[in-house]
């Protein structure tokens, strides 16, 4: 299909130059004649900028309130409602933009690697940039798939260049970021940040998934030599997610977003968006060398003679980023799908250094801490905080959420009990004390807790209920010495260890009593007790 041939009038766009699905090279080029502040890096990469807003603007994100969805949403803070007359205001002044460009990038791709669940996108946007990101980030069609690709299911308007008006009801800054599941169409006015495309799909998929009965989460995954032995991976920022689940000895399947459906484990993306703050070769090589041609580098700076990239400058933004397919990971098992999960990791930083290293979690439990989703700040970061502070966002993505998070929390909960999957909370912050006295668990013990874990080397071991959160501590793991599985040990005064887990369980209650409405009693009651 030629540029011409491709018929965009049923989305109201009368432009004739439409470059659809082209190949990276195509991208580079258009970028570099029509997109100012594009560069070619040494490595062979895209940079681009993002423009004043580097980062997603989940303040300014809306749903549109309809009959179809009103008693399915988790209205709120994350998900705040938008009539859908202001919705068509929005879309019509996006349209009216994007019809005003000489030409745009089309690109047509898949959300979810299982064909029977794959949601068919469609992105139109101004910038070769967003193009080339969403072809890395989507699915992407063969020749044929594509040639015969038809009307998509979801449609994304990227006209992030134009901005929102302020004076429309609803709208609290110039950027706006609208879904409408009822006409299965996004539009993007005022900030051209990637990412709001990449996560609007998450959050279209995080909808239509649990309808068909589908979990969508927000977590990694990988397999080993088994294709039985399969492992989920959540975690927030700074738990070790990322880290954990890039095993050379396994299979990625994906880093960030999945579903799990009757038929296993598939991935919703094509490609990878990663972190490149303070990225090395040493620490993430597998990032590292990704970053080639094809990929999008987001806001780096680099050295304007030799083309180098200096991952420790974050003068533009601390969120660099780096989008490249799930090919270019030299491990990645293409299709991204996989069976079963054996096992299912939440990873979190405890600062206040009372949760185990590791510990085994009931089916009750595992929805409680999934609704949950816990890691902590530690002292000293902002101005004022003397001690830890917790941090809680619900199902390890509560911005992506449709959905109240206890439906998800179920769904986990039956999957886990049709697949005999064990769930599993790691601890990858301080022990032996709270943060400013403890210590920081070592990573070597932690990946050789993950590896007993896969083996299945923690299923039979002694262990030890824990005193105010109940879950099981083992006692023994191999590789990892004894005297720091059992957190009380660690400490030097006992009395304080015990007034930490009071304050943390007295943190956990609080923070779940606004979803106590939504949740079973075997939910409730699998908390701490104290």
Same mark, same amino acid.
């Given at each position: 299909?030629?540029?011409?041939?491709?018929?965009?009038?049923?989305?109201?766009?009368?432009?004739?130059?439409?470059?659809?699905?082209?190949?990276?090279?195509?991208?580079?080029?258009?970028?570099?004649?029509?997109?100012?502040?594009?560069?070619?890096?040494?490595?062979?990469?895209?940079?681009?900028?993002?423009?004043?807003?580097?980062?997603?603007?989940?303040?300014?994100?809306?749903?549109?309130?309809?009959?179809?969805? /009103?008693?399915?949403?988790?209205?709120?803070?994350?998900?705040?409602?938008?009539?859908?007359?202001?919705?068509?205001?929005?879309?019509?002044?996006?349209?009216?933009?994007?019809?005003?460009? @000489?030409?745009?990038?089309?690109?047509?791709?898949?959300?979810?690697?299982?064909?029977?669940?794959?949601?068919?996108?469609?992105?139109?946007?101004?910038?070769?940039?967003?193009?080339?990101?969403?072809?890395?980030?989507?699915?992407?069609?063969?020749?044929?798939?594509?040639?015969?690709?038809?009307?998509?299911?979801?449609?994304?308007?990227? #006209?992030?260049?134009?901005?929102?008006?302020?004076?429309?009801?609803?709208?609290?800054?110039?950027?706006?970021?609208?879904?409408?599941?009822?006409?299965?169409?996004?539009? =993007?006015?005022?900030?051209?940040?990637?990412?709001?495309?990449?996560?609007? =799909?998450?959050?279209?998929?995080?909808?239509?998934?649990?309808?068909?009965?589908?979990?969508?989460?927000?977590?990694?995954?990988?397999?080993? !030599?088994?294709?039985?032995? *399969?492992?989920?991976?959540?975690?927030?920022?700074?738990?070790?997610?990322?880290?954990?689940?890039?095993?050379?000895?396994?299979?990625?399947?994906?880093?960030? &977003?999945?579903?799990?459906? !009757?038929?296993?484990?598939?991935?919703?993306?094509?490609?990878?968006?990663?972190?490149?703050?303070?990225?090395?070769?040493?620490?993430?090589?597998?990032?590292?060398?990704?970053?080639?041609?094809?990929?999008?580098?987001?806001?780096?700076?680099?050295? &304007?003679?030799?083309?180098?990239?200096?991952?420790?400058?974050?003068?533009?933004?601390?969120?660099?980023?780096?989008?490249?397919?799930?090919?270019?990971?030299?491990?990645?098992?293409?299709?991204?799908? #996989?069976?079963?999960?054996?096992?299912?990791?939440?990873?979190?930083?405890?600062?206040?250094?009372?949760?185990?290293?590791?510990?085994?979690?009931?089916?009750?439990?595992?929805?409680?801490?999934?609704?949950?989703?816990?890691?902590?700040? *530690?002292?000293?970061?902002?101005?004022?905080?003397? &001690?830890?502070?917790?941090?809680?966002?619900?199902?390890?993505?509560?911005?992506?959420?449709?959905?109240?998070?206890?439906?998800?929390?179920?769904?986990? #909960?039956?999957?886990?009990?049709?697949?005999?999957?064990?769930?599993?909370?790691?601890?990858?912050?301080?022990?032996?004390?709270?943060?400013?006295?403890?210590?920081?668990?070592?990573?070597?013990?932690?990946?050789?807790?993950?590896?007993?874990?896969?083996?299945? @080397?923690? @299923?039979?071991?002694?262990?030890?209920?824990?005193? *105010?959160?109940?879950?099981?501590?083992?006692?023994?793991?191999?590789?990892?010495?004894?005297?720091?599985?059992?957190?009380?040990?660690?400490?030097?005064?006992?009395?304080?260890?015990?007034?930490?887990?009071?304050?943390?369980?007295?943190?956990?209650?609080?923070?779940?009593?606004?979803?106590? @409405?939504?949740? /079973?009693?075997?939910?409730?009651? #699998?908390?701490?007790?104290?």
């Amino acid at each position: 299909m030629t540029n011409t041939e491709l018929d965009l009038s049923k989305h109201s766009i009368t432009v004739k130059n439409i470059i659809r699905n082209p190949a990276p090279s195509r991208f580079y080029e258009e970028a570099i004649k029509f997109d100012p502040g594009s560069a070619i890096t040494s490595d062979g990469a895209l940079a681009v900028r993002s423009g004043k807003r580097t980062g997603r603007s989940p303040a300014d994100k809306r749903v549109v309130n309809t009959d179809g969805i /009103s008693d399915d949403v988790w209205w709120g803070n994350i998900n705040i409602p938008l009539d859908v007359h202001t919705f068509r205001i929005n879309l019509q002044r996006g349209i009216d933009y994007l019809n005003t460009r @000489e030409r745009l990038y089309v690109t047509d791709g898949f959300a979810g690697w299982d064909p029977k669940y794959r949601l068919k996108v469609r992105i139109i946007a101004e910038r070769p940039y967003h193009g080339l990101f969403m072809q890395n980030m989507l699915i992407r069609p063969t020749e044929e798939e594509l040639a015969e690709f038809g009307e998509p299911d979801f449609v994304v308007y990227n #006209a992030g260049k134009f901005p929102a008006n302020q004076f429309t009801e609803g709208m609290t800054s110039d950027a706006s970021v609208d879904v409408n599941f009822d006409t299965n169409e996004m539009i =993007i006015l005022g900030t051209e940040y990637a990412g709001e495309m990449k996560k609007g =799909i998450f959050t279209v998929m995080h909808y239509l998934m649990p309808k068909r009965d589908v979990l969508s989460m927000h977590c990694s995954a990988n397999e080993g !030599d088994d294709p039985s032995d *399969v492992a989920l991976f959540f975690g927030l920022s700074g738990t070790g997610k990322t880290t954990l689940s890039a095993d050379a000895s396994r299979k990625l399947i994906g880093d960030d &977003e999945h579903c799990w459906s !009757d038929n296993g484990v598939f991935n919703i993306e094509g490609g990878c968006y990663a972190k490149t703050i303070n990225l090395s070769k040493e620490k993430e090589p597998e990032i590292y060398d990704a970053i080639k041609f094809g990929t999008v580098l987001e806001n780096v700076i680099y050295d &304007e003679k030799t083309r180098e990239v200096d991952y420790d400058d974050t003068s533009i933004t601390q969120n660099t980023r780096a989008s490249y397919p799930i090919e270019h990971i030299s491990n990645a098992k293409i299709p991204c799908i #996989a069976g079963h999960p054996k096992n299912i990791i939440f990873l979190t930083y405890d600062a206040f250094g009372v949760l185990p290293p590791v510990s085994k979690l009931t089916p009750e439990q595992a929805m409680y801490h999934f609704i949950s989703g816990y890691t902590a700040k *530690v002292a000293g970061t902002e101005v004022g905080v003397t &001690e830890p502070q917790a941090t809680f966002s619900a199902c390890f993505g509560a911005a992506f959420l449709v959905w109240p998070p206890s439906k998800y929390a179920e769904m986990l #909960a039956e999957k886990m009990r049709a697949h005999n999957t064990s769930a599993w909370l790691i601890n990858t912050g301080i022990t032996g004390g709270a943060y400013g006295t403890g210590s920081r668990i070592n990573l070597k013990n932690t990946r050789s807790i993950v590896e007993a874990i896969h083996n299945g @080397e923690l @299923e039979n071991v002694q262990t030890k209920p824990d005193e *105010v959160f109940g879950f099981e501590i083992p006692t023994t793991c191999p590789n990892v010495p004894s005297d720091i599985l059992l957190p009380k040990q660690t400490w030097d005064n006992p009395d304080e260890y015990d007034k930490q887990a009071k304050k943390l369980a007295d943190l956990f209650i609080n923070n779940f009593k606004k979803y106590e @409405e939504d949740s /079973s009693d075997e939910i409730i009651n #699998a908390g701490p007790n104290v």
